[in-house]
Nanobody, 124 residues
Framework: QVQLVESGGGLVQAGDSLRLSCAAS????????MAWFRQAPGKEREFVSAISRSGGNTLYADSVKGRFTISRDNDKNTVYLQMNSLKPDDTAVYYC?????????????????WGQGTQVTVSS
């Protein structure tokens, strides 16, 4: 089992920045690609960003390209999501997920373990 704990969410104003963190524990040797998804009220969970184990490959949803940056520290088994120029449409619960696959993937079914989520609220 792998446990994931997200942190860093909060209430900010449009244009502000936040940095989310997701720490993995347990059988972390099985963790390869890591990703962030989000779910807004009344909407389906959607892909935000993903990163390969090495950090050399990343994927972003079109809606966050140029504003969000994913990174990871394998020594700390932690993945980060730096979110800049936040918009009210970014309001959602953000979830971290891990996959045993090597390359980042935008499909939710590629991910085995999920965190409980952290709320991000952006006011206009």
């Amino acid at each position: 089992q792998v446990q994931l704990v997200e942190s860093g969410g909060g209430l900010v104003q449009a244009g502000d920045s936040l940095r989310l963190s997701c720490a993995a524990s347990g059988r972390t040797f099985s963790v390869s690609a890591m990703a962030w998804f989000r779910q807004a009220p009344g909407k389906e969970r959607e892909f935000v960003s993903a990163i390969s184990r090495s950090g050399g490959n990343t994927l972003y949803a079109d809606s966050v390209k140029g504003r969000f940056t994913i990174s990871r520290d394998n020594d700390k088994n932690t993945v980060y999501l730096q979110m800049n120029s936040l918009k009210p449409d970014d309001t959602a619960v953000y979830y971290c997920a891990t996959s045993p696959l090597g390359l980042p993937d935008a499909r939710a079914y590629a991910y085995v373990y999920w965190g409980q989520g952290t709320q991000v609220t952006v006011s206009s």
